[in-house]
């Protein structure tokens, strides 16, 4: 069955610290790549996104994320974490062509410690 | 602005109950989702609406309706709900569905639904 994958259910790691965080897929063809996250008690925000063109796409707070095509990943990284980066993060994709239709990851909880 | 907005931000409910959940966006987007998410969970798609109509029912129970009253609003109307139907209820919008490239998903804050 076609799918994403996050590899990591719960990371702990120090402020400071590099985090990267995995996201595979199983579709085939062309995809539209997102991650998003989720802080304590918020909403669904975008971090960034993957449509075409360069590979490595930036997001806000620092976050950044490489396609890699063949390898059917889409891992997001950031040099140095913070506190205020505790949060859920979901990978997500949409087969082109499948309109409306964003499949999740499971999602990684990311603690971060003072 | 990306902004959604939900109401109410948090809802308890008994079984035998009649509610809704509003959803409002003013983004001129013309694509709106309802999704349900479980603690810790991914959220998970209950239906589209596109262009005010039905698009997608992801097979959720009837007791579950949806509602594209017009562009900007979109209510679920909750009826005879089970505890399990307890989450948080999230609604999304995105841009144009009739466009060739993929429309982001724009999230509100959700409704957290406590069934008793």
């Known amino acids: 069955a076609q799918s994403v994958s996050q590899h990591n259910h719960h990371v702990i790691l120090s402020e400071a610290a590099s985090l990267e965080l995995g996201c595979n897929y199983s579709y085939g063809g062309t995809v539209n790549l997102f991650w998003y996250v989720q802080y304590p008690g918020q909403h669904l925000q975008l971090l960034l996104k993957?449509?075409?063109?360069?590979?490595l796409v930036k997001g806000i707070k620092g976050f950044e994320a490489e396609f890699i095509k063949s390898k059917f990943s889409f891992n997001l990284r950031k040099p140095s974490v913070q506190w205020s980066d505790t949060a859920e993060y979901f990978c997500?994709?949409?087969?082109?062509?499948?309109?409306?239709?964003?499949?999740f990851g499971a999602g990684t909880t990311v603690t971060v410690r003072a | 602005d990306t902004e959604v907005t939900q109401t109410p931000k948090h809802l308890v409910m008994g079984m035998t109950n009649k509610k809704s959940l509003k959803c409002e966006q003013h983004m001129g987007h013309r694509a709106m989702y309802w999704y349900k998410q479980k603690a810790k969970k991914p959220p998970e798609l209950m239906f589209v609406?596109?262009?005010?109509?039905?698009?997608i029912n992801e097979s959720v129970p009837s007791r579950f309706s949806p509602e594209c009253p017009n562009s900007s609003l979109l209510n679920l109307h909750l009826h005879a709900l089970q505890p399990e139907d307890s989450a948080l209820y999230l609604c999304?919008?995105?841009?144009?569905?009739?466009?060739?490239?993929?429309?982001?998903?724009?999230f509100g804050p959700g409704t957290r639904l406590t069934v008793l």
């Open positions: 609406y596109s262009y005010e109509k039905l698009s």
């Open positions: 999304a919008s995105s841009q144009d569905p009739t466009s060739e490239q993929t429309d982001t998903q724009y």
């Open positions: 993957y449509f075409s063109g360069d590979p």
């Open positions: 997500a994709v949409n087969p082109s062509g499948n309109d409306y239709k964003l499949s």
